[in-house]
């Protein structure tokens, strides 16, 4: 049974900084392909970022720069750095691997393994 867990949201205010981990069980993380995607209400869920299982990154244009991904050595948790935080970046925000056949490019899109997320919510 594959379980995905998310940790890291909180509140902070605009211009703060989290740190989110991801971590599943019944899949092998080092061998996937990984991304970090966000929803807000009433929206679709949109791609973050994502990074290979080789460590190649790739970010949406609204969080390049501010936002960082990353996987420990062992390559079992995956993590997003988030600095400069503003009341746009306020979502729930969900790790999972990336769907077969689906690059870690513009567009990419996941293999709905959904944990139960973490809150991102930022205050001006």
């Known amino acids: 049974q594959v379980q995905v867990v998310e940790s890291g949201g909180g509140s902070v205010q605009a211009g703060g900084s989290l740190r989110l981990a991801c971590t599943a069980s019944g899949l092998r993380l080092e061998l996937l392909d990984m991304g970090w995607f966000r929803q807000v209400p009433g929206k679709e869920r949109e791609g973050v970022s994502c990074?290979?299982?080789?460590?190649?990154?790739h970010y949406v244009d609204s969080v390049k720069g501010r936002f960082t991904i990353s996987r420990d050595s062992a390559k079992i948790t995956v993590y997003l750095q988030m600095l400069s935080l503003s009341p746009e970046d306020t979502a729930m925000y969900y790790c999972?691997?990336?769907?077969?056949?689906?690059?870690?490019?513009?567009?990419?899109?996941?293999?709905?393994?959904w944990g139960q997320g973490t809150q991102v919510t930022v205050s001006s």
């Open positions: 990074i290979t299982w080789r460590g190649v990154s």
């Open positions: 999972a691997p990336l769907r077969s056949g689906s690059s870690c490019g513009d567009g990419f899109e996941a293999l709905h393994y």
